[in-house]
Structure formats: structure tokens, C-alpha cells
């Protein structure tokens, strides 16, 4: 993973760009938040400068991780299809006031280091792409109640208990 380590601001001045894949088994963070470590991910990653001249990397990432479902707790296959705008500011004081001076959501400002590694940016991305409570749009097993499904609850006839 070595040859993921790269000088972003470097980067970013030579208008480079990089792509790649990387196995979803060696990002630990995202491992453990999924039900299946196989696959991989694919990455592209731009430098260059933002609106106000700013060191900016532009991240896709995309790739199939495996769920599990929060209805019926079956798999759940789930396509990740992410991009971020990153713009680099040299400390906290810096990115701070980048923030306020663009003042634009579609933007992220971090802090960047002389060394940074695209593996850390890849895993991130994907882990903000996640829903919080994966779902099947139709659970494959029709057993499931749902909300709104048309079904009388069996609470309704508590409703007749009440004075």
C-alpha cells in the first residue's frame, strides 16, 4: 500500500491524477461496518485548484459492498457511486478559514500533510456513501410485514378498549 502514499499538495500543483482499485479487505474501517470484505473498490483521484486558487483533489470511488438489511436481516447488495471536492488548507486555522471564505456544502476542506495516503481519502468516501440503515427496496422474504403495506396493525384492536 505504499505506493498509495502521495504529496497532495505536489499533487494538486501539477495537475496530476491518479486511479486504481483497492481490495475492501485491506480498508479495516470499512470491513467492519459491512457483512462481506470481498470485492473491491475503484478509485480516481484529480488535483488542482479550487475557485479561489486553493489546492483542491477530486475523489470518485465506486464499487458493490454487501449489507445487511435492517427489515428482514437478509444480504443486501449496495453500489457505492461517490465523489468529494476536497480542498487542502496547510492547518486547522487555514481550513477554518477556507470554509468560511467559500462558504459552499458541496465542498470539504481538510487539512492536508506532506504525506497523505488515497487509500485513507478511498475509505473515508466510502464510509460517508453508506446508509445508515440499509433496506431492501422489496424484501426477498415476503414474510416481512411493512409499514404501510395495507395489513390492519394488531394493536388496532386496542383501539376499541379505550373509553
Known sequence: MDALLFDPFDFCRRNDSREGHIAIADLDRLSAAIADPSGVLEWRL??????????????????QVRLICQ???????FEIDSGAKLVL???????????DMLDDDTVDVIVGANTMN??????DEALLALPLSPRHEVCPDSAIPYSGSGKESPFSVLRGLKN
Open 118 to 123: 488515497i487509500a485513507d481519502l478511498v475509505e
Open 46 to 63: 484529480n488535483g488542482g485548484a479550487g475557485k479561489l486558487g486553493y489546492p483542491m483533489l477530486t475523489l470518485s470511488v465506486r464499487g
Open 71 to 77: 427489515r428482514c436481516l437478509n444480504p443486501l447488495a
Open 89 to 99: 488548507a496547510k492547518d486547522e486555522s487555514g481550513a477554518d478559514e477556507i470554509e
